[in-house]
């Protein structure tokens, strides 16, 4: 879903020739083909010369997939970058697998995606008005970063860089937290006397809470096992405020609770309405202005 | 916000006069009239004889609601019923300040809601497809239990009956159980160095998970001490279930987390997204066919 739709939003942006698609997921080409995604399709042993790679599978498939690549001569000469939830795990697998740090690898992260699985789900809006992080490595090629960066903004989204261990920290508490905690309540609800049938009193609370449940299992698999680190710092943090709420309910403590949940109000409230809205300014706009000069159209052989 | 709406959905029914707005808040007041919800004000004190008294406030407030009404001589003519997300609590609220049970109250709540405050965000079909729980008292009159299931049809909804005591317990594993751990994730995020910066990093996932705690505070501390011994049974078990999977991670049990979210999916997939577009079939069709008979029109005084 998410590379499919970066592909769809370069090509409503102009900004491609030829797709090859590769997946081990042989319907998922057939659907991509029939959608007009991707043009053709090859496998991770058979890719023929491209101007840019796009890696978007589970985080846990990347060691395999740097691998593959490092045997191709005419690597060099392509841009490559990745969608993958952790960077510091990426650029491990990229580093083991490269006998030099590949310098047209870009490592980023879109900061955006739905519950749905599978390129039947792709839009070419995806990104539109979200944000996209880039982990530069030390020896990354600087005109690499910058066509990385013009290619997401080309989809509309704000562009921004981080270090990966900065990214993997904020993201854990942001977004990996979250679904661990999602996936949890499923988990515990499902694990009593009551079973199934107290979903049927589930209201809108209830489905917006455990939306990222329904998300991709084995996606999620792997980024708790490539993060565990900083989800461990946020969610043993959690833990400990959860069972310090607890005893205030437990106690009757009126007052604090209140201020707990007007404190969360206020800090949702006030911080994220804006976060789509926000615009990284200048930095944007410098880069897009490159995009002309670094973006080579209708090149892929 | 929910009573507004009730309101607006009888109007659309075409089932209410008068509307007699009451509210501590002035604003409320005034902008319930601009708005067309209500034709004039009164307080708790001053109420003119009417038809039906709809009560929508923290469950909270209800003890000094029922108090106040119990000194109405003319209230054994009127239909009762509130919108309360506990029931027994206000069970228990009725029976203190009334000698002997009202036989025409009718407790119920609407499994509905969003996470906004106020009668600026009522909707005549916030109802519509959703569910509401009467859970009557051994006391209550039949014919009052069945013209609030009527009057809650009208707007669309799927009336249901339970015991105050099951409907506690369910609503607080899929209503009261997320709100508390959706308010807790923003209170562990915001105590610690990163602050509300982190938020600017918020996807799509973090902003479901966290609708919640959007909430109206006051409204959720009620709900907290008011329904605490079932909420704890299910928080202490989300506890316990959460420091499972904290293991899990740390020990890099791929194949066990794998396990649990797919579970997880399957559940959601499989159970959330039926809730609104099931019927509760015969027996509100039965009620329907009693709404003329029970719900009389333009009555109010």
Not at 267 to 286: C, E, F
């Amino acid at each position: 879903m998410i590379g499919a739709s970066f592909v769809l939003g370069l090509r409503q942006a102009g900004l491609v020739g030829k797709v090859v698609g590769v997946d081990v997921a042989e319907a998922e080409l057939v659907t991509a083909k029939t959608l007009g995604i991707i043009d053709e399709t090859a496998t991770i042993d058979t890719l023929p010369p491209v101007d840019l790679i796009i890696i978007a599978t589970p985080v846990g498939v990347m060691p395999r997939i740097f691998n593959a690549l490092a045997h191709y001569p005419w690597l060099a000469d392509t841009l490559i970058t990745d969608v993958g939830s952790t960077k510091q795990s990426v650029i491990a697998a990229a580093e083991a697998a490269f006998p030099d740090w590949p310098r047209n690898f870009v490592p980023g992260h879109p900061v955006a995606g739905r519950e749905y699985i599978g390129v039947a789900y792709a839009v070419a809006d995806m990104f539109d008005g979200f944000r996209v992080v880039l982990t530069p490595h030390e020896k990354n090629d600087h005109g690499a970063v910058m066509r990385v960066a013009a290619l997401w903004q080309a989809c509309g989204a704000h562009v921004e860089q981080m270090s990966a261990s900065a990214h993997d920290r904020v993201l854990a508490a942001t977004s990996h937290l979250p679904h661990v905690l999602s996936y949890c309540l499923m988990e515990s609800l499902a694990t009593t006397e009551y079973e199934t049938s107290i979903f049927d009193y589930a209201a809108g609370g209830f489905k917006s809470f455990t939306r990222t449940a329904s998300s991709n299992p084995v996606m999620w698999r792997d980024i708790c096992l490539n993060n565990n680190t900083d989800i461990l710092y946020w969610l043993d943090h959690y833990l400990d405020t959860l069972a310090e709420m607890r005893d205030l309910i437990a106690d009757e403590a009126g007052d604090e609770l209140l201020a707990v949940y007007e404190r969360a109000k206020s800090i949702r409230d006030n911080h994220i309405h804006l976060t789509q809205t926000q615009s990284v300014a200048k930095s944007s706009d410098t880069a897009t202005q490159t995009l002309a000069s670094f973006v080579s159209k209708d090149k892929t052989k």
